[in-house]
């Protein structure tokens, strides 16, 4: 397959290619005869899993030689002594996109189309080999915020990561064991490090840091995992160890859930008010931009959107200029029940990487669509499950009454209703990022256009 900047890809699970890169078992034999760090060794894949998945499928992508499909798999050996490995694929048949320059861990399958690396070898995160390697971490390690005891490499016994979500070429979150001899006895400490490809990283830390301070204050606010250092050789962001409940188990099974829902709508009222640090500003302008570039994804890839996306485009550009201002305040940007957890009574705010300065609505909007669905997941593929709307419409008022009876400006009701439709486009394009070709995506996609029609 060969593809030009005018080519327009239909993404279809009967391409055999892109079929055979998003089933583990097909793709189980291909990494073990072709990459030669584990035919070399002779070791044997007992287990080939998708983790995650992410298509670029528009003409946009092909002129700008993104890879039609990337996807990243988790294996395991059969090996006991081997431990689990990320591999990560590209699937990319332009044959003007430069090769990789030379790496053992990196290589290219012509026959395939398709770049293949192991992690952690990240061709755009390259230091993360050094913050996944025992040794060489621990001259990055924030020794000044660690015990009495541990005050330098020369200190610690030992290291041992494990990683707890890796996003190729952005990011990875990794849990690290530090151990360490305290007098006479063998002792360890667990911290946080989340490595990342930008240098906003260092803004990343600056940001907890205000949050955490914030928290130490407000007993109604988020706690979240101290700030412990920033490395920035590395752009290792460090944290103290924090654990928490996940919140959508609760919020799947509970039938009140009145009491977390309302603490969650005052602590992002909280949150809003704290000092942001070298955000990026988003303005209304900034969304419609974005929505609009979201619009034509999904209109490439599904033209039928078309009858429902653009009359509502179109009214959400009308009425942009007369919602109703707010001060611009620090935004998480990616409020959802997942980035929640709780610890004893008070609620642990997760992921800072998307925070902005803008409009806080953005922020109440985006978690009221998430209550919208809960996602079952098998493997890489998220099924939606709807919530009964009366459901959704109680658990809405009181989120909603708690954040407003906190909150230090006035809310349009206009304007959350604005901000609302712009994040439901966000979240569909979300799902199409991610989920195209997954079996009843389409109808899942037509059930979402449906509510969104329906809010017009």
């Not at 654990?243 to 309302?262: F, H, K, M, T, Y």
């Not at 407003?404 to 569909?428: F, M, N, P, T, Y």
Request: one cysteine or more; a negative charge; proline letters at 6%.
């Amino acid at each position: 397959m060969v593809l030009t900047p005018d080519t327009r890809v239909v993404v279809t699970p009967d391409n055999q290619l892109i079929r055979m890169f998003l089933d583990g078992e097909q793709m189980r034999p291909v990494f073990g005869s072709h990459l030669p760090w584990i035919a070399g060794a002779g070791l044997v894949i007992r287990e080939c899993v998708v983790d995650s998945v992410r298509y670029n499928t528009r003409a946009k992508d092909r002129k700008l030689r993104r890879p039609l499909l990337c996807v990243a798999y988790r294996l395991v050996f059969t090996d006991a002594r081997q431990a689990q490995q990320i591999v990560y694929a590209e699937l990319h048949p332009d044959p003007r996109v430069p090769q990789p320059a030379h790496d053992a861990r990196v290589v290219h399958l012509a026959e395939l189309d398709a770049t293949v690396w192991a992690f952690p070898h990240d061709p755009q995160v390259p230091h993360l080999v050094e913050v996944m390697d025992p040794e060489r971490v621990r001259r990055h390690l924030p020794f000044d915020q660690l015990p009495a005891g541990l005050d330098g490499p020369a200190d610690v016994r030992d290291v041992r990561s494990d990683v707890l979500r890796y996003k190729p070429e952005t990011h990875c979150a990794a849990r690290y064991q530090v151990g360490w001899e305290e007098g006479a006895s063998a002792t360890q400490l667990t911290l946080f490090g989340k490595t990342y490809a930008s240098e906003r990283a260092r803004a990343i830390h600056d940001q907890i840091e205000k949050v955490w301070r914030r928290s130490q204050k407000e007993p109604d606010s988020f706690v979240i995992a101290r700030a412990l250092g920033y490395a920035p050789e590395v752009r290792t962001v460090w944290q103290a160890a924090l654990v928490g409940q996940s919140l959508l188990p609760l919020l799947r099974s509970a039938n009140d859930c009145d009491e977390i829902l309302s603490a969650t709508g005052t602590a992002l009222a909280i949150l809003h008010e704290t000092e942001a640090v070298g955000g990026i500003r988003v303005n209304t302008d900034d969304q419609l931009m974005e929505m609009q570039a979201q619009i034509a994804a999904l209109v490439e890839a599904f033209p039928e959107a078309r009858a429902t996306l653009d009359p509502i485009a179109a009214r959400l550009r009308d009425e942009a200029p007369a919602l109703r201002p707010v001060p611009a305040t620090l935004v998480h940007g990616d409020f959802i029940a997942k980035n929640l957890e709780l610890h004893g009574d008070r609620l642990v705010v997760l992921d800072f990487d998307d925070f902005v300065i803008g409009d806080p609505l953005q922020d109440v909007a985006r978690f009221l669509i998430d209550l919208h669905y809960f996602e079952d997941r098998d493997s890489h593929r998220v099924t939606l499950r709807p919530c009964a709307p009366e459901v959704i419409a109680a658990r809405a008022k009181v989120f909603v009454a708690a954040y407003l009876a906190r909150a230090r400006w006035k809310v349009g009701e206009a304007s959350l209703d604005w901000h609302w439709r712009v994040q439901w486009i966000h979240k569909i394009h979300y799902y199409l990022k991610r989920q195209h070709l997954r079996p009843g995506f389409e109808q899942d996609l037509h059930a979402m256009l449906a509510v969104l029609a329906r809010s017009r």
